[in-house]
């Protein structure tokens, strides 16, 4: 299995060399992020299609990087959620008193006393004074209900979509749990108080996380791939970042969204590509438990260390795009890949079950 730590600092690889879960299509009209400017909130009408699509969730993930962690989302410094993976044995001494649901809505709520417990750079998307009244889990059904004291004032209108991914996703980093119902003192969550933006009843990962538009894409012609590019702090520490991009609608999802990896971030003044422009695909396919891929790289020769960010972000975003927990890899026609830690490749690789395992 590959760790995805929280790296000092991440190893820019580019300087080395110069389908059994579906999203349904969206359209995501006039949203597009340059190089310079921030992350633009999609419109209303697309945020409501991405809200209602219906899906099956992605395949557990494996083991643990940190003995007792826990995934949240969080906002990085540029606007960005990200999991960062946090040691529960150091939120307020309280391992193991509070559900780890729980757990995770207090990181993800603004409170002096754990502040200094996230990661340099990043904070939560809830404002200080959020109550969470209870938490239900419903194992058999998959869900779990979030139930608000009051309705969740005090977020910018356009940071309230970026809080709802948040809760969505890192509430399906718990094991067994794809869907999530919000409520507000017993009562659905209708809508989002600052934005009107409305709320399902059931919301899944299948809402997006960090949209963006490919450029030319038409709306009613469009689908969603979920990607994973590494970032960094202001104190140059490495992260993954998941970004949903609309692509054109095709059959085969695993090979969309490996193209779109290959064509890198479009943000690029925040985002760092995790693998060369120039890769091929030679072939992709899901086999049984295990997505196969095999690449051609004419700047990599037998023998040579395959960077740990390329190979982590390349079984971030397959293992996201297909629901298989593990990906096989051969680099032109080897599957002898090793990493510069000297870990080896030529076994299938888990997803991990930490992203960002964040140590302080």
């Keep these: 299995m590959i760790p995805v730590h929280f790296r000092k600092p991440l190893w820019k690889l580019l300087a080395a060399g110069g389908l059994a879960v579906a999203v349904t299509g969206c359209g995501i009209s006039g949203v597009e992020k340059t190089a310079t400017s921030p992350i633009d909130p999609p419109p209303s009408a697309v945020e409501n299609q991405m809200l209602q699509a219906a899906d099956d969730a992605m395949a557990p993930m494996g083991s643990s990087a940190i003995a007792d962690g826990l995934t949240v989302y969080l906002k990085d410094s540029r606007g960005y959620v990200a999991p960062m993976t946090l040691d529960r044995s150091k939120q307020e001494g309280k391992a193991g008193k509070d559900a780890p649901e729980i757990e995770a809505l207090a990181w993800m709520t603004a409170d002096a006393k754990l502040a200094g417990q996230l990661p340099p750079g990043f904070t939560p998307v809830l404002p200080e004074g959020t109550v969470v009244s209870k938490v239900v889990k419903n194992p058999e059904a998959g869900s779990v209900t979030v139930d608000f004291a009051k309705p969740l004032s005090g977020i910018p209108a356009s940071d309230e979509r970026k809080a709802l991914e948040a809760i969505v996703w ?191």
């Design 170 to 360: 890192t509430m399906t980093e718990l094991p067994g749990i794809d869907k999530v119902h919000l409520t507000v003192a017993g009562q659905d969550m209708a809508k989002l108080p600052a934005s009107g933006l409305p709320v399902p009843g059931l919301l899944t990962r299948n809402i997006g996380i960090n949209l963006e538009r490919s450029p030319q894409v038409k709306v009613s012609d469009s689908m969603a791939v979920t990607l994973y590019f590494s970032a960094k702090n202001e104190q140059g520490d490495g992260y993954f970042v998941p970004v949903t991009r609309l692509v054109e609608r095709q059959q085969d999802r695993a090979r969309a969204a490996l193209g779109e990896l290959i064509k890198g971030p479009q943000d690029t003044n925040s985002l760092e590509a995790v693998m060369l422009a120039n890769t091929k695909v030679e072939e992709l396919a899901l086999k049984s438990d295990t997505v196969q891929v095999k690449l051609q790289e004419q700047d990599w020769a037998a023998g040579m260390p395959m960077p740990a960010e390329m190979m982590e972000g390349l079984v971030l975003t397959l293992t996201e795009a297909t629901g298989a927990p593990k990906v096989a890899v051969a680099v032109n026609g080897s599957t002898k890949l090793t990493g510069a830690d000297s870990a080896t490749y030529e076994q299938p690789v888990e997803r991990p079950a930490q992203i960002n395992a964040y140590t302080g």
